[in-house]
């Protein structure tokens, strides 16, 4: 009796889990793409991957089919694989070609606005400082920033309140310019923007934490353009032609980025977790045919 009833109460436990698993992976199907995501994603990502992962064992557990219950089991259990891998395609699918031809279009349409937004910024500057301002809406999310000669200082939203107003004194910045900051990202619908004053920078080479952009990179203007889900789309602005090396550089050894033109380079990461491969590159840069500069 005790046995049996042992066996109902696990069977019922994986039942349980295949319920989950199957309405957690309906939901990401459908959300997939949503900026709004990224709230579902950060409370689910220490949740839906050990789910998934019992799932697995469970069907694997029942693949030999004996009773009504194993076959139904192992039935829902590869249900649950073609839902998973339904997901991952509609979303590298929606991280590919469309989008790439949105960010391209939206850079053609609003090239003055950005680079006018870049120079605002810069010259708003103290010399030879560097800033990493990210805006969640009106508020910000996080103010990175580095005075000429001085260490790099990171301020996260997750960490306290930031006060932006003494956050940008420090490298110059008045409470009106960065009220300009954030009007002139949410006019062009972007939502961060990570530069330098080149002043005196040219030989420094520190990277910034989270973000694979090393400071002695000062001719790049980096601008958040999209984010999706916990990652995030941003342009990559070159204020002088970038050389035949670089571009070698960015197709072959660069997974995050893709050169568009000389000027333009499209990066694909992540403000939660860095450096990510940009999806599908390789069919990008067939298809736009950016093999040769």
């Known amino acids: 009796m005790k046995e049996e009833k042992g066996m109902t109460f696990w069977r019922s436990a994986a039942i349980g889990v295949k319920v989950l698993v199957t309405m ?75 989008e790439v031809d949105g960010l391209v279009a939206h850079y053609c349409e609003h090239e003055r606005e950005l680079w006018t937004l870049a120079d605002y910024t810069r010259s708003a500057m103290d010399s030879g400082a560097y800033l990493d301002l990210e805006f969640d809406g009106d508020k910000v999310d996080h103010f990175h920033t580095r005075v000429a000669g001085g260490e790099f200082v990171y301020r996260w939203k997750t960490s306290g309140p930031i006060d932006a107003v003494e956050v940008g004194a420090t490298i110059g910045l008045t409470a009106d310019e960065i009220e300009g900051i954030r009007q002139r990202l949410k006019d062009l619908d972007c939502f961060c923007i990570a530069l330098s004053d080149y002043n005196g920078l040219a030989d420094d080479s520190v990277t910034v934490y989270g973000r694979r952009r090393a400071v002695r990179d000062v001719d790049i203007v980096t601008i958040g353009r999209k984010r999706y889900g916990m990652s995030a789309y ?7 032609p970038m050389s035949d090396s670089t571009w070698n550089e960015l197709l072959v050894d660069d997974c995050t980025r893709i050169p568009v033109n000389d000027t333009l380079a499209l990066e694909y990461g992540s403000p939660a977790f860095g450096d990510i491969c940009y999806p599908c590159k390789a069919d990008i840069v067939r298809r736009m045919n950016l093999n040769e500069k």
Do not use: H, K
């Open 234 to 240: 941003y342009y990559n602005l070159y204020r002088q």
């Open 24 to 98: 957690l992976l309906a939901a990401m199907c459908v959300t997939t793409g949503n900026a709004e995501m990224e709230f579902f994603f950060v409370i689910t990502i220490l949740l839906w991957i050990p789910l998934l992962l019992l799932a697995f064992v469970i069907t694997i557990c029942n693949v030999r089919m004996r009773d009504t219950y194993q076959r139904v089991v192992f039935l829902w259990g590869v249900g649950n694989l073609l839902l998973f891998g339904l997901t991952w395609w509609l979303d590298s699918r929606q991280a590919d070609e469309v």
